[in-house]
């Protein structure tokens, strides 16, 4: 029985983790291509912190650069993506869907399904390991790259730890609250948090030790591909693994489980509130449900005040720690040539722009934006359809198409929130750091990378629309954001395969350097023309199909 | 009243790659009828209450409601129909009210007082989240939202499921009242008694296929039922194999179980020829039972 429960979560998501890794295995394969097309001699001289804030070892070689660049961040924050969705939906989701009732209704305790639900994530985590281990075993013989005194084993044991170690804090989250989405969103924050954070730290002056104080640090600090695993780092996440599967333990055996989940908002409780009632009826009542989009802006609140603050509240902070970078990094990174900057998204670090683009809107931000669109337009539509509220939905008299377009209507105005939001944070971190960013140039990234994420939301929309298949909408739009920025970052590094990068969206948000150019209205344009050909798509391909009854 | 059909089909077809889950469906429903849809689960009763509301596509032939396309009128349709869906799933987040807020808008509006009348009559409680609400209680809102706007024809589907049995009167006496008033009721259900309570006709669909189509007299007729005794002393089953429209007799020492489809003096009088009476039970078939008894014929030839 405890095998089954294991088995079966295993069953439902081992395709996932096969995926994830596979393609990192496969952009690992691309990358050493390309790499091996770059003049290596520019990394000679490079001070170690800035190095390491790329995940370079000091003597770099193709090798590991490629390591470095793919697997350290990438595939680090992929298996540890995929194994906190696992571990947040461990308990809390099976209570969401209650199931668990059901599950706990045969002769097994709390106690026992957890321990499955561990051992599921344990194995579906070292499969995603394994198979990027086999990548970095097969791909520089196949590539001709040498990778002698590179420790890929030593690596992808880090990487499992990392993964493992987030995969389980999201457990113990979904154990202790039986909430699938809070164990998601605090773990999701902590581990960006993190990561940057431990990218951040060591070229702050001051501010090195800080570091040690975040997980990732105990993944990389050490740069395990290129001096070996580090057990003294490895135990302390370790430790953090064993006190968060004890939390867990505790957690899932003292509070009462949730039956179906329905969340309270802030406005529900301001409701129940006789000072506020008034009010508030009507805006959490009447108003809320006046129109479609306005509904679906209800429903994602959340998800788009939260994401608007974190961008908000990294973008403030910008400023004033752009003031505290070392002096000497700046000054190398000014002299950095084009090409491994191309790496960074372009960004010349030496200046305050630069920063501002590495920082914040070369990646955070269309992450960011991209998050809001694309959970709008997989829930949509998708979302409910396998909530069963589709037909219920569409036994009014509105044509399908109005439902794309109102759920679009709803995209952009989340998407548009959360970039209008980063534009202020950066505004205002701008002026508090002194930084001289022109300030239409802020509003013109910030339109730009609003555009970039409604044109991947107008992509989920369209498959969306085309298979009413949540998981699919989000993992395979994820998915091509994420290679379309590795054809942007890295295409432009070989020279033969350089014009393939204007095959990328990311090419008419970043390509023109905004930040410092102002806005490149033709981009734009362009951005806008995908965002509308995707539209179209997605309500011819609605009007088209057969509505499904369930997820 | 109206002389156009609630709902009318023609050789309605649905596929799921290679599965016939519904097959040449010829269906006319009139208005000022409840018309019941009686099929055992698996039936083909969704899936063609989902292809005559433009859900899901016909492989082959069509339907209309109120004398309109189904595919390539259906916003006009929806705005005259009212639909309670199968499994009936709602937004939880949301209030009783906040939901048919949602749905009125989206319909340009309803007559309030109406729906107060309609919660009153259900005894619903619409301040509540609807995912805080039992099942029974979620339905009601689902039965609200369906007749709110008055719609002409109502298309419901199993929808007294989860309903107590107080709330099912009142909710076939909402029925009845929909179908006095000259408007067309399409019933999906599963139970034979209710249908039997309810319907003026019913169509039966097996497999795919509709295999009768009455009126509720004369399907009544056919009703069969369980009819259970105990007697004080052993009794002999040919007194009552001897009745017309008994089988299965079976004798279990004082007890005589049988299926019984005819007139009940005449079970009775055979009955009580013998002494010594202690109890009689009869109860309803099911609706399997009854299939197998009447309709296996039609489905072979079909």
Redesign the interface.
């Known amino acids: 029985m405890l095998a089954n429960i294991a088995t079966k979560t295993v069953r439902d998501r081992w395709k996932g983790f096969a995926i994830g890794s596979a393609v990192i295995a496969v952009i690992l394969w691309w990358g050493m291509i390309i790499y091996q097309d770059i003049d290596l001699s520019i990394y000679t001289s490079m001070p170690d912190v800035f190095l390491s804030m790329m995940n370079i070892p000091p003597d770099a070689d193709v090798g590991s650069l490629a390591y470095g660049a793919v697997y350290a961040s990438y595939g680090a924050l992929t298996l540890a993506g995929l194994a906190l969705s696992v571990g947040s939906s461990s308990v809390a989701g099976e209570e969401r869907h209650g199931t668990l009732g059901l599950l706990l209704g045969n002769p097994k305790s709390r106690t026992a399904v957890l321990a499955s639900k561990a051992a599921a994530l344990v194995g579906l985590t070292a499969l995603g390991a394994l198979i990027m281990w086999i990548g970095a075993l097969i791909v520089p013989p196949a590539t001709g790259v040498s990778v002698e005194g590179m420790h890929p084993n030593a690596l992808m044991l880090h990487i499992f730890a990392i993964a493992l170690f987030f995969g389980s804090l999201a457990m113990a989250i979904s154990a202790w609250t039986g909430k699938q989405t809070l164990a998601t969103g605090v773990t999701v924050g902590a581990m960006i948090v993190s990561f940057i954070a431990a990218g951040l730290f060591p070229i702050i002056e001051g501010w090195e030790d800080l570091r040690k104080a975040v997980p990732w640090y105990y993944y990389d600090g050490s740069q395990p591909v290129f001096n070996g695993v580090d057990w003294g780092h490895l135990a302390v996440l370790g430790g953090g693994i064993a006190l968060f599967w004890l939390v867990a333990y505790v957690g899932v055996n003292h509070r009462d489980l949730r039956e179906?989940?329905?969340?309270t908002?802030i406005l529900d409780r301001l409701r129940t509130n006789p000072l506020t009632r008034k009010v508030i009826d009507r805006l959490?009542?009447?108003a809320?449900?006046?129109?479609?989009w306005i509904?679906t802006l209800s429903?994602h609140q959340a998800l788009i005040v939260v994401t608007a603050y974190v961008m908000g509240l990294l973008a403030v902070m910008m400023g004033p720690l752009y003031g505290l970078m070392d002096e000497a990094v700046l000054q190398f990174a000014a002299d950095l040539p084009e090409t491994l900057v191309a790496m960074v998204g372009g960004a010349d670090m030496s200046t305050a722009a630069g920063f501002y683009q590495a920082e914040i809107y070369s990646l955070m931000a269309p992450v960011a934006v991209m998050a809001v669109t694309i959970v709008v337009a997989a829930k949509g539509i998708a979302g409910e359809e396998s909530?069963?509220?589709m037909?219920?939905?569409?036994?009014?008299?509105?044509?399908r198409r109005r439902i794309i377009l109102e759920k679009t209507v709803t995209m952009i105005v989340g998407a548009t929130i959360v970039g209008g939001v980063t534009f202020v944070g950066t505004a205002i971190g701008n002026a508090i750091g002194n930084l001289d960013v022109s300030l239409g140039n802020i509003a013109a990234i910030s339109v730009l990378v609003t555009a970039l994420g409604i044109v991947f939301g107008a992509l989920a929309m369209a498959i969306s629309a085309a298979t009413g298949r949540t998981k699919l909408v989000t993992y395979s739009t994820a998915g091509t954001a994420f290679v379309s920025y590795m054809v942007f970052a890295f295409l432009p590094l070989s020279e033969g395969l350089a014009g393939w990068a204007k095959a990328s969206p990311f090419y008419y948000f970043l390509g023109s350097d905004p930040l410092n150019n102002g806005m490149p209205w033709g981009h734009l344009a362009a951005l806008v023309a995908m965002f509308v050909a995707l539209t179209v798509l997605a309500v011819m391909l609605y009007d088209?199909r057969?509505?499904r009854?369930s997820g | 009243m109206n002389h156009e059909n609630a709902i009318h089909t023609e050789g309605l077809t649905k596929h799921y790659g290679d599965f016939p889950a519904l097959v040449d469906l010829d269906l006319d429903v009139r208005l000022g009828e409840v018309f019941g849809f009686l099929g055992p689960n698996g039936a083909g009763k969704t899936t063609t209450i989902r292809t005559i509301l433009d859900e899901i596509r016909p492989t082959a032939g069509k339907a209309s409601i109120l004398g309109m396309d189904s595919h390539e009128m259906s916003v006009e349709i929806r705005r005259r129909i009212g639909y309670v869906p199968g499994d009936l799933a709602m937004y939880p987040n949301l209030t009783g009210r906040d939901t048919l807020t949602y749905f009125a808008n989206l319909r340009g509006g309803v007559d309030w007082s109406y729906v107060d009348q309609l919660a009153e009559r259900l005894d619903a409680d619409l301040s509540k989240k609807v995912g805080d609400l039992s099942s029974g209680n979620r339905q009601k809102v689902g039965l609200i939202q369906a007749f709110m706007n008055r719609p002409d024809v109502l298309i419901m589907d199993e929808p007294s499921s989860g309903l107590d049995p107080l709330m099912q009167r009142e909710f076939q006496t909402m029925m009845r009242e929909v179908a006095a008033e000259g408007r067309g009721v399409f019933l999906s259900s599963h139970t034979l008694s209710e249908v039997q309570r309810v319907a003026d006709r019913v169509g039966i669909i097996r497999q795919g296929r509709l295999i009768a189509l009455e009126s509720v007299h004369e399907l009544r007729s056919k009703a069969i039922r369980q009819v259970r005794f105990e007697f004080g002393a052993p009794v002999d089953p040919a007194t009552f194999e001897a009745v017309d429209g008994v089988r299965g007799v079976t004798v279990e020492n004082n007890h005589v179980l049988l299926s019984f489809d005819g007139r009940m003096d005449a079970l009775l009088k055979a009955a009580t020829s013998h002494n010594d009476i202690l109890d009689i039970t009869s109860e309803e078939a099911d609706l399997e039972e009854i299939f197998l008894t009447y309709y296996r014929d039609e489905e072979v030839s079909a």
């Open positions: 179906r989940d329905v969340g908002t959490a009542g009447s809320r449900v006046s129109a479609i509904k429903d909530a069963r509220t037909g219920l939905l569409l036994g009014n008299p509105v044509p088209r057969d509505l009854q």
